[in-house]
């Protein structure tokens, strides 16, 4: 197998697929950032957000979020709050505060991904940044991320037509491409997320630490330290 030129970047696709309510693809994003930051500047990741919903019937006025997990999930909220704790821990290791007393509801997020849709078709930073802010106005600040007031907010400071998100959000637009790029994904298998998807054909599953999204793409990158000629 050939391998880069040296000083030349070696530039990978990771695809993304989340949920803006999904505590561990908060934490997933902020360890596979620290892994871009490892292996740059000799890998380039250029990164894509994919919808995902983990609660697509849920109506608009949303549900308390503790009442929410113990009916999904089956338990009391004894083991809630200990889960919560150790995604808050989790969190704090990739520099991501979460504040679960603040996270009262649990909300409809589809409009979330439609403007994510339509910031992934203008610029994918601008998108990555709607996205991070989307996820601290949930888990931060407890804020309502299907508050049109809030994305229209939230995608002007992410560096987006203001305006052009509010025109977005008043009508049905991005609908059925938002509504095919999710079942893209769950025809593929993706049952769960985070789902971080690399070059369109290698799999990592999971909030992962950050040291084993750098080893996969040191690995799929050919760029491993340990690498050598003959391997």
């Avoid at 019937?57 to 083991?79: C, F, N, T």
């Avoid at 709607?130 to 002007?156: I, M, Q």
Wanted: charged share 25%; with cysteine.
């Amino acid at each position: 197998m050939s391998t880069p030129t040296p000083n030349t970047p070696r530039q990978l696709r990771i695809d993304f697929v989340s949920d803006v309510s999904c505590p561990w693809c908060a934490v997933g994003l902020g360890a596979l950032e620290q892994a871009m930051a490892s292996v740059s500047p000799e890998i380039e990741v250029e990164l894509h957000f994919q919808p995902f919903e983990l609660n697509p019937d849920m109506p608009r006025e949303g549900q308390d979020s503790v009442e929410h997990l113990v009916e999904k999930y089956g338990i009391d909220e004894a083991q809630v709050k200990a889960n919560g704790d150790r995604i808050r821990e989790r969190g704090a290791t990739v520099g991501f505060d979460f504040d679960m007393a603040r996270r009262k509801r649990v909300w409809n997020t589809f409009d979330a991904h439609r403007l994510l849709h339509w910031a992934e078709e203008t610029d994918v930073e601008k998108q990555r940044a709607l996205k991070k802010s989307l996820f601290k106005a949930y888990f931060t600040d407890g804020l309502n991320p299907s508050d049109p007031e809030l994305l229209v907010r939230l995608a002007g400071e992410a560096g987006l037509d203001a305006q052009r998100a509010r025109e977005i959000l008043a009508g049905d637009e991005f609908d059925a491409a938002t509504r095919a790029r999710e079942r893209l994904y769950t025809g593929a298998g993706i049952h769960s997320v985070p789902a971080i998807i690399i070059d369109n054909q290698h799999l990592i599953s999971g909030g992962q630490p950050a040291e084993i999204f750098e080893r996969a793409l040191r690995q799929i990158a050919g760029a491993a330290p340990q690498q050598t000629a003959e391997a």
